[in-house]
C-alpha cells in the first residue's frame, strides 16, 4: 500500500514562508496524481493545490494562488509545497494525497485513494 508523510510544518509570521514535503513509499508514485489539502478547526478539508502525475501540469485554488507552488520530483517520490506570503487564515493541518487512478490534479477530495498524517502549520500576526 501507498504511504505517505508530510513533514516541514511550525509556526511562522505572517508574510513568511514554509516549505512541506511530502515522502511517498509504496505503489507507483510516478503514475499518481498528488495533491494538497488543508483542515483548519471546525472547517471542512479542503483543496489547496494538485499536480498531475508527470509534473506538467497543477491546479491551485484561488485562495493561494500566487503565493503557494507544488513541485515533485518522480525520481524521489516525493511532492513539496513552497508557501510563500503567508497568512493567518492559512493556519490549518495540511494534508498531502494520492490518486492512485488519474494523472491529471483534481481537487475533489473522493478522488484520492491515499492521505498523510497532516503537518500543522500555524502563522501569527
Known amino acids: 500500500q501507498v504511504q505517505l508523510v508530510e513533514s516541514g510544518g511550525g509556526l511562522v509570521q505572517a508574510g513568511g514562508s514554509l516549505r512541506l514535503s511530502c515522502a511517498a513509499s509504496?505503489?507507483?508514485?510516478?503514475?499518481?496524481?498528488m495533491g494538497w489539502f488543508r483542515q483548519a478547526p471546525g472547517k471542512e478539508r479542503e483543496f489547496v493545490i494538485a499536480?498531475?502525475?508527470?509534473?506538467?501540469?497543477?491546479y491551485t485554488a484561488p485562495s493561494v494562488k500566487g503565493r503557494f507552488t507544488i513541485s515533485r520530483d518522480n525520481t524521489k517520490n516525493t511532492v513539496d509545497l513552497q508557501m510563500n506570503s503567508l497568512k493567518p487564515e492559512d493556519t490549518a493541518v495540511y494534508y498531502c494525497?494520492?490518486?492512485?487512478?488519474?494523472?491529471?490534479?483534481?481537487?475533489?477530495?473522493?478522488?484520492?485513494?491515499?492521505w498523510g498524517q497532516g503537518t500543522q502549520v500555524t502563522v501569527s500576526s
Open positions: 494525497a494520492a490518486d492512485q487512478g488519474a494523472i491529471r490534479p483534481s481537487a475533489y477530495r473522493y478522488e484520492y485513494d491515499y
Open positions: 509504496g505503489g507507483t508514485f510516478s503514475s499518481y496524481a
Open positions: 499536480i498531475s502525475a508527470t509534473g506538467g501540469s497543477t
